[in-house]
């Protein structure tokens, strides 16, 4: 069964210093999305990416983050200058294009990310 | 403001001590209603979609409901397997994002 993967699973890192999360898609899907959890809260919607650009984003993410989809399968997460609030665990997920339906978003394992 | 609340925070059952999990929720508008199961340090794994008030969705020993409101998963005769963090998300009419609820989470003892 086709599944979204995320690499690493655990990065730490020194504040200030940038980050750049990775996630291989479900192949034939559209959407893609990043959502962060901190410990203990609820997950919290960061950016949709669709066509090669941002369709949606939160307040949450500003200009300290960017997203990529550098080839035909990775999509990226920066963090420019890592703060110890953005300790957390990330996700990306994917979806295929609604049409008749709404499609559900499916969520890789996460990279828990540390900041010291 | 799109918000989901989800009651009870925890839920201890005994093996085969059926019950539910409430999700209710306020949105402007309601593309879809989801739920996801989170094991400890995974990813929410998805389980059901509801679209509109009087719908429902079976899987094994999870059914999901929906009304104007709320909706209800409810757990039939669960097993200590069923243990988990059970999420419900809305998706706003206009948007792509998700909008989550803090969970249930959920502990069935053998």
């Known amino acids: 069964e086709p599944e979204v993967t995320q690499t690493p699973s655990h990065q730490v890192t020194q504040m200030g210093q940038e980050v750049i999360l990775r996630c291989v898609p479900i192949s034939n899907h559209l959407y893609f999305y990043w959502y962060r959890q901190i410990l203990g809260q609820k997950v919290e919607f960061l950016v949709s990416f669709y066509n090669n650009e941002i369709s949606e984003k939160s307040e949450i993410f500003d200009d300290q983050f960017s997203v990529e989809r550098p080839d035909g399968s990775n999509f990226t997460l920066k963090i420019r200058s890592t703060k110890l609030e953005d300790s957390a665990m990330y996700f990306c997920a994917s979806s295929d294009k609604d049409l008749i339906r709404v499609h559900e978003q499916f969520f890789g394992p996460g990279t828990r990310l540390t900041v010291l | 403001e799109d918000q989901v609340t989800q009651s009870p925070e925890a839920l201890r059952l005994q093996e085969g001590e059926s019950s539910s999990l409430n999700c209710s929720y306020t949105?402007?508008?309601?593309?879809?209603l989801f739920w996801y199961r989170q094991d400890p340090g995974k990813g929410p794994e998805f389980l059901f979609t509801l679209y509109s008030a009087g719908e429902e969705k079976e899987k094994e020993r999870l059914k999901a409901t929906l009304t104007k409101k709320e909706s209800f998963l409810h757990i039939t005769a669960p097993k200590p397997e069923d243990s988990a963090t059970y999420l419900c998300?809305?998706?706003?009419?206009?948007?792509?994002?998700?909008?989550f609820g803090t969970g249930t989470r959920l502990l069935v003892s053998p």
């Open positions: 998300a809305v998706r706003p009419t206009g948007f792509q994002k998700l909008v």
């Open positions: 949105v402007s508008g309601l593309r879809g």
